[in-house]
């Protein structure tokens, strides 16, 4: 089974329930944590791939927690007309997402490896890496 | 018979549509299949490219006069200071500046997001830019402070004035401490995981006339997508020849250029405000040189591939900042285009900070500019000082 990504978004309320702990005993699932941004009494996001049979009972669990459950689409976009193709994002981006290719040292974003690290928004010069939930 | 054209008989060909123009990359191809001699013969102008940060880079501005007038002490643009120590409303908008209240580096690394350089584009881009200035008033100019509103078509001159630009080769940057660090080469990361160079190697205009045998002051140029000119040298121009630690020649290095052209007629395609985490706001600017094919040794030189162009690698964590003579050796652009290069016996990735697809793109359209007679070549005013001059950097004392 193919994991699903998926976005969490915490209100200050609800960032103390112990969620991950229970999706892995109660509903037996593989989490990966791509990102979070957990802060008591804070807003917060959490951006996860998860993998399991009971993945939609998990899913209706977090509803019920208050959590929002959004599916992570395009969580980075890369706006086309800021990049110049420098280059310098792709030794930063840890999935290679963004590569060069060879000879042409043209410049390409490939969302599926992506893993939301947002470690090219700061460091483009251009600020063409956007951050899209 | 060795080929010997002049600047004269290249225009001619060129006003009557008969000129042949290359990239330096087809240049590179062409000798590769005929040779130095005939592509010679066959090549009159040959064109070059760089897009990159450029932060030496800046405009000049004169306003026009306010009813009753103001000497305008001080400027600001869009909060960004502009120097005004000239004549009344003239002022110099420099690539660097930030605004007033930016925090800078006190939640480090700033992020810097706006400053000269984005100014510079904003105006290319006909947008209205606030202007305030302050004076303490004289019997010529009484008035003490204004706050209006423009645009670029409603000030009398934009002049891009660029001290130091297209410089003959860089760094290749890299970390040797154990943290992250935000330079104005980029991000590099600790323990030497990255490495960083900004050059368009075989296509960079001073790495192709590398004795400065064409470039010289009134040379016209490709410049920010318009017209511009070679004013003078750039500052820090230290023309050399790069040596390894056996003494073996790598190349050309140290040469700058200062350019000038009027910022009405550029375009925000090839001027971009950029931002360096940790370091601050600049300018990317677009340049693209012409050299004429006057004999063979222009064209053995405009014909130099990547693979024998080098840049030295520099440590800046230490070695950059502190001054530190010496290097961890030099790299050619081949290898630092495939994308990892081997520093004190380690593999490191590559990343490039000037954009090559950009680099040929500009020197496509000056090629394009010269074949359609629209763009003469200049014979320059005066040659600028070459390798043998052999000018030295003074340092400052204190």
């Known amino acids: 089974m193919a994991p699903e990504r998926i976005v969490l978004r915490f209100t200050p309320d609800t960032t103390e329930k112990p969620v991950i702990y229970r999706l892995v005993r109660d509903y037996d699932l593989v989490i990966n944590i791509l990102k979070a941004n957990i802060n008591p009494q804070k807003e917060g996001t959490l951006v996860l791939e998860l993998t399991g049979e009971k993945y939609q009972q998990g899913l209706e669990y977090l509803r019920q927690e208050g959590v929002s459950v959004q599916p992570l689409i395009e969580g980075i976009t890369r706006n086309e007309q800021l990049c110049t193709m420098c280059g310098g994002c792709t030794d930063i981006c840890p999935t290679k997402a963004l590569y060069m290719e060879r000879p042409s040292m043209e410049v390409f974003f490939n969302d599926d490896k992506c893993i939301v690290c947002q470690l090219c928004v700061k460091a483009c010069p251009m600020h063409a890496m956007e951050v899209r939930f | ?398």
């Open chain 2, 1 to 398: 018979m060795s080929t010997e054209k002049t600047y004269a008989e290249i225009n001619e060909k060129i006003k009557n549509g008969k000129a042949v123009v290359m990239t330096a990359e087809e240049l590179i191809a062409l000798v590769e299949e005929k040779g130095f001699s005939r592509a010679t013969q066959e090549v009159d102008v040959v064109t070059t490219g760089t897009f990159s940060p450029m932060c030496s880079s800046g405009a000049f501005l004169n306003f026009g006069h306010s009813e009753p007038r103001i000497r305008m002490q001080r400027v600001w643009l869009n909060d960004i200071e502009a120097y005004a120590g000239l004549a009344a409303v003239d002022a110099y908008i420099g690539a660097t500046q930030v605004p007033e209240h930016d925090p800078l580096n006190s939640n480090y690394p700033g992020e810097f997001r706006y400053g000269g350089g984005h100014l510079i584009q904003e105006l290319v881009e006909r947008k209205r830019v606030r202007l305030k200035a302050s004076s303490y008033g004289t019997d010529c100019y009484p008035r003490q402070e204004i706050e209006t509103y423009f645009t670029i078509d409603e000030i009398n001159e934009a002049i891009l004035f660029n001290p130091r630009n297209a410089y003959q080769n860089y760094n290749c940057a890299v970390n040797l401490s154990p943290r992250t660090i935000y330079t104005y080469m980029g991000v590099l990361k600790p323990n030497l995981s990255n490495a960083h160079y900004c050059s368009a190697g075989q296509l960079s205009p001073l790495l192709k006339d590398p004795y400065f045998k064409t470039i010289g002051i009134g040379t016209r140029i490709f410049l920010g997508g318009g017209v511009g000119y070679v004013a003078w040298n750039g500052t820090q121009h230290f023309p050399s020849i790069q040596k390894d630690s056996t003494g073996r020649e790598l190349g050309p290095a140290g040469g700058t250029l200062s350019l000038i052209g009027d910022l009405k007629q550029m375009n925000s395609k090839w001027l971009k405000g950029a931002s360096f985490l940790g370091y601050g706001a600049t300018l990317a600017v677009g340049i693209g040189l012409p050299i004429p094919i006057l004999n063979e040794e222009i064209t053995k030189f405009a014909a130099v591939k990547d693979k024998d162009l080098y840049a030295p690698i520099v440590d800046y964590s230490d070695a950059y900042p502190n001054r530190k003579p010496g290097n961890l050796g030099f790299v050619s652009y081949a290898e630092l285009k495939t994308g990892e290069i081997t520093v004190n016996g380690k593999h490191v990735p590559t990343a490039p900070l000037s954009s090559y697809p950009r680099a040929k793109e500009i020197a496509g359209i000056l090629k394009q500019w010269i074949s359609d007679g629209t763009f003469l070549i200049t014979e320059p005013v005066k040659l600028l000082p070459n390798v043998n001059d052999q000018i030295t950097a003074n340092s400052l004392k204190g």
